[in-house]
């Protein structure tokens, strides 16, 4: 079965610094892709990036980019020059290949000060 | 292009009422998930369709509750009748056809369901 830890239930980052939200998962499958989602207060959940497990390279949006390290099966979100628009509740989740639903960890909420 | 919508966005009932949550997905996309979010709780899946077939309905947790998706559109999903521990925030995904691990569900603005 397929598992999603996020040990960080909060984080504080200052404004413009950088910040990574951490992500270890567990699972048998060899084909596999790792998301992160963010949840503002008015409680949409974004999409923000991807990872698969097949991938060679790091994956970047933005701001956003995800330290993948596979053989220590951790995929954390670094967010760079952070603002106080990224303040919001982070979620980490995968999915196997075929058509399966997400897993999802536990989220870390994540605020930004001025 | 409208993303995916959920109705309402807030419900409270009394334990022992019948709610029914609604989700429209974005045009196009074949898959339609529903998860839900206790309190301080992982967000878990509840069941998946593909057009109107249900493909996997193996995180629902009860026969209270039972989801439509008449016509491959839009989805239902009613809890009847509903206790306390339903109380959480119900998101629905939707995806375009299956494509394997690199698919990406895009979520709505959930509905918070309150159980008194």
């Known amino acids: 079965a397929q598992k999603i830890t996020q040990t960080q239930p909060g984080m504080f980052v200052q404004e413009k610094e950088a910040v990574t939200l951490d992500c270890t998962y567990d699972?048998?499958?060899?084909?596999?892709?790792l998301f992160w989602y963010k949840q503002p207060s008015s409680g949409e959940m974004i999409f923000l990036i991807y990872?698969?497990?097949?991938?060679?390279q790091n994956a970047t949006e933005g701001r956003y980019s995800l330290n993948f390290q596979k053989a220590r099966k951790s995929a954390n979100l670094v967010i760079s020059a952070s603002q106080l628009g990224d303040s919001a509740m982070y979620f980490c989740a995968m999915r196997d290949e075929g058509n399966t639903p997400l897993v999802f960890g536990k989220g870390t909420r994540l605020s930004v000060i001025a | 292009e409208a993303g995916v919508t959920q109705f309402p966005s807030h419900s409270v009932i009394e334990k022992g009422q019948t709610v029914t949550l609604r989700c429209d997905p974005i045009s196009g996309h074949d898959n339609l998930y529903w998860y839900r979010r206790v309190m301080g709780k992982e967000i878990k899946f509840l069941l998946h369709?593909?057009?109107?077939?249900?493909?996997?309905e193996s995180g629902m947790p009860n026969n209270r509750f039972l989801a439509e998706r008449t016509g491959g559109t839009y989805s239902t999903l009613k809890v009847q009748p509903a206790e306390l521990e339903d109380s959480g925030v119900y998101f629905c995904?939707?995806?375009?056809?299956?494509?394997?691990?690199?698919?990406?569900?895009?979520f709505g603005p959930g509905t918070r369901l309150l159980v008194l």
């Open positions: 369709f593909v057009k109107e077939s249900k493909q996997d």
């Open positions: 990872q698969g497990s097949y991938d060679e």
């Open positions: 699972t048998s499958d060899q084909s596999y892709g």
């Open positions: 995904a939707s995806s375009q056809a299956a494509g394997g691990p690199r698919e990406t569900q895009y």
